[in-house]
């Protein structure tokens, strides 16, 4: 009987405890997220490659000892820079005699010539010699093409990629000294699979993000999709055009490709967490006003990822509670974490 009482009294002092002022109650701390129109919501999103535009593989097209390099892995050159050099001195002991046979061969001729001109000559002769002649011709352009084959040029500006031979080496006719790697522009080639790549055009917009240079955003030129699939995975390579003036682009690198279809229209989307329901199914979010909140009823649509398309009750602009609204309530003070 006594606890019966005692818990009694309880209840009224509890009761008759005066209720907290909400002005004076701590604001509640919360996340918020301003609401700005996406474009991205329609976007598919990949992993992609950094390649090279082009690529040459530079060997000698004579035999010979590599004597000398100049260009290393990564070095940056420019089209005409001297990359190699075999040892030169068969080949300049070749073109000196072609080019004393070819002084003997004029010399013959012209010795010839008066007679020829005299009528003292036998026609077969005056052939024979100018055939020698132009042999003679022939075999030192020859051999002077053969003495400067013993350089390798760049043919083109750009970044040395793999180097295959040493100092020391017998470099062989059409065997790869090294590769050259152009990247004044480059591509990223991503695999797309088969159910999505009917959708995507060739004026899609293309946003490439690159994690080693901290996440730079670049935009991208035309899609070139691939014709073949790949038969085990079903994807299609697809490249994008990226301008490299500064050469921070280098083959190898991964990025984050994102593709938005050309015809897709801006439209309002938040993380689904923000979204509450009410009792009677309704959905709604808490929108700051001022230093607190209130609620703002809403009608969804699709599901995006994480997030859920707003089609009606949010502006562009407003500000939305997204964490730390398990105590939040109509009119609550709040403070931004």
């Not at 398309?309 to 964490?323: A, F, K, S, Y």
Request: proline share 5%; glycine share 8%.
């Amino acid at each position: 009987m006594k606890r019966a009482v005692y818990g009694a009294v309880l209840l009224l002092a509890a009761g008759c405890a005066p209720s907290k002022d909400p002005a004076t109650t701590e604001p509640l701390r919360v996340g918020t997220l301003v609401v700005e129109p996406r474009e991205d919501i329609n976007a598919g999103f990949y992993v992609g490659v950094i390649e090279e535009e082009d690529a040459a593989s530079l060997s000698f097209p004579v035999a010979g000892t590599l004597t000398r390099i100049s260009a290393e892995e990564g070095m940056r050159v420019r089209r005409g820079d001297l990359l190699a050099e075999l040892d030169p001195t068969s080949a300049r002991q070749a073109a000196e005699a072609a080019e004393a046979t070819l002084l003997q061969a004029r010399d013959a001729l012209e010795r010839l010539r008066q007679l020829h001109d005299a009528n003292s000559l036998p026609e077969i002769q005056w052939i024979e010699a100018q055939t020698r002649l132009r042999q003679a011709e022939s075999a030192c352009a020859i051999a002077e093409k053969n003495l400067n084959d013993c350089k390798l040029y760049a043919p083109f500006s750009g970044v040395v990629g793999k180097r295959r031979m040493s100092v020391g080496e017998t470099a062989l006719p059409g065997v790869p000294v090294m590769t050259l790697l152009q990247i004044g522009t480059v591509k990223v080639r991503f695999s797309v699979p088969e159910q999505e790549i009917a959708a995507m055009g060739a004026d899609s917009r293309t946003s490439i993000r690159v994690p080693a240079l901290d996440d730079t955003l670049l935009t991208a030129g035309r899609l070139e999709k691939g014709a073949v699939a790949n038969p085990s995975a079903h994807t299609y390579d697809v490249r994008a055009t990226l301008p490299n003036d500064r050469g921070t682009l280098l083959p190898g690198m991964v990025c984050r490709v994102s593709v938005v279809p050309a015809e897709a229209v801006e439209e309002l989307a938040i993380p689904a967490r923000a979204i509450r329901q009410a009792g009677d199914g309704s959905r709604f979010v808490w929108r700051v006003q001022g230093d607190s909140v209130v609620r703002a009823d809403v009608r969804t649509g699709r599901f995006v990822d994480n997030d859920v398309v707003i089609e009606e009750g949010l502006r562009t602009g407003d500000r939305i509670v997204v964490d730390g609204m398990q105590k939040v309530g109509q009119g609550s003070k709040i403070s931004l974490q």
